[in-house]
């Protein structure tokens, strides 16, 4: 399957894959079916035991305390007049189904908390570790969505994007996405936005914590691009992936993405 179906102009911040769910896949495969030919698009590595311990001790210990809670809200049938244009998604598309019955079956299965929202939405709500420890090595992993689903992850990975390239449309992008998140966020609050992230116990996370662990991250992050028939397998307890933006909206990088059998983290 397609590693990705987001648009080409929407960054993929580094993660593990799944990791807020019970049960993420153990190990995860990409080939390059067909590679870009424009600047961009590279599946950016990373590696999350660096970031564990590389954090500032007391923010990770804040987070390994309280944990983390992942809230995602995806859209139905009919989209309200104040609502966020970065929910791409609809539960359908996601759950690959519109039965009901067929994704409350599957969320009791993993846990979660949800709830069906107005015009058809759907809100999911799942807590879990911040860090996981290697099933293999015993070492200490950073282990969690929470920069990822953050409200503030789509300005601050503009940002970086921009002081990478240098190219002043990520700067624009940066500050017209900050301004539409503030505004969303004010009027909608922190469940009704597309994604967000909050400590266990609900509390919010400071964004100097998010932006200090996007900084470890982006400081360990490994660019390359891709070529034709490239395949990588990752341990995706310990190796987190990523993609940057394409420059031109008109090539798409196409991969394919398989993933092995999932190990059951412990509650």
């Given at each position: 399957f397609s590693a990705s179906e987001l648009p080409p102009?929407?960054?993929?911040?580094?993660?593990?894959?799944?990791?807020?769910?019970?049960?993420?896949?153990?190990?995860?495969?990409?080939?390059?079916?067909?590679?870009?030919?424009?600047?961009?698009?590279?599946?950016?590595?990373?590696?999350?035991?660096?970031?564990?311990?590389?954090?500032?001790?007391?923010?990770?210990?804040?987070?390994?305390?309280?944990?983390v809670m992942h809230v995602r809200n995806y859209k139905g049938t009919k989209t309200g007049l104040l609502s966020d244009p970065t929910m791409l998604k609809g539960w359908q598309d996601v759950f690959g189904t519109t039965s009901r019955e067929v994704v409350e079956e599957e969320l009791r299965k993993s846990g979660a908390e949800f709830q069906w929202r107005d015009g058809d939405s759907l809100r999911i709500v799942d807590r879990g570790s911040a860090i996981e420890e290697h099933p293999v090595t015993g070492e200490k992993v950073w282990f969690n969505h929470s920069q990822v689903f953050h409200w503030s992850m789509i300005p601050s990975e503009y940002y970086r994007i921009y002081r990478r390239l240098g190219k002043l449309k990520y700067l624009v992008l940066s500050w017209v996405m900050w301004l539409l998140k503030v505004i969303l966020f004010t009027f909608l609050g922190p469940m009704r936005v597309g994604f967000h992230t909050c400590f266990g116990d609900g509390s919010e996370i400071p964004e100097s914590y998010l932006e200090h662990i996007r900084d470890v991250m982006w400081k360990n992050m490994v660019f390359n691009r891709w070529e034709l028939g490239d395949i990588v397998l990752l341990d995706n307890y310990w190796i987190s992936h990523g993609r940057q933006v394409l420059m031109c909206s008109s090539v798409a990088v196409c991969l394919m993405g398989v993933v092995s059998t999932a190990l059951q983290r412990q509650p």
């Amino acid at each position: 399957f397609s590693a990705s179906e987001l648009p080409p102009y929407f960054p993929i911040p580094q993660h593990l894959e799944m990791s807020f769910l019970p049960s993420p896949p153990r190990k995860i495969f990409f080939c390059c079916l067909d590679p870009p030919t424009s600047p961009g698009g590279e599946t950016c590595l990373c590696d999350f035991k660096k970031v564990h311990d590389q954090m500032d001790p007391k923010i990770r210990k804040e987070f390994e305390d309280k944990g983390v809670m992942h809230v995602r809200n995806y859209k139905g049938t009919k989209t309200g007049l104040l609502s966020d244009p970065t929910m791409l998604k609809g539960w359908q598309d996601v759950f690959g189904t519109t039965s009901r019955e067929v994704v409350e079956e599957e969320l009791r299965k993993s846990g979660a908390e949800f709830q069906w929202r107005d015009g058809d939405s759907l809100r999911i709500v799942d807590r879990g570790s911040a860090i996981e420890e290697h099933p293999v090595t015993g070492e200490k992993v950073w282990f969690n969505h929470s920069q990822v689903f953050h409200w503030s992850m789509i300005p601050s990975e503009y940002y970086r994007i921009y002081r990478r390239l240098g190219k002043l449309k990520y700067l624009v992008l940066s500050w017209v996405m900050w301004l539409l998140k503030v505004i969303l966020f004010t009027f909608l609050g922190p469940m009704r936005v597309g994604f967000h992230t909050c400590f266990g116990d609900g509390s919010e996370i400071p964004e100097s914590y998010l932006e200090h662990i996007r900084d470890v991250m982006w400081k360990n992050m490994v660019f390359n691009r891709w070529e034709l028939g490239d395949i990588v397998l990752l341990d995706n307890y310990w190796i987190s992936h990523g993609r940057q933006v394409l420059m031109c909206s008109s090539v798409a990088v196409c991969l394919m993405g398989v993933v092995s059998t999932a190990l059951q983290r412990q509650p």
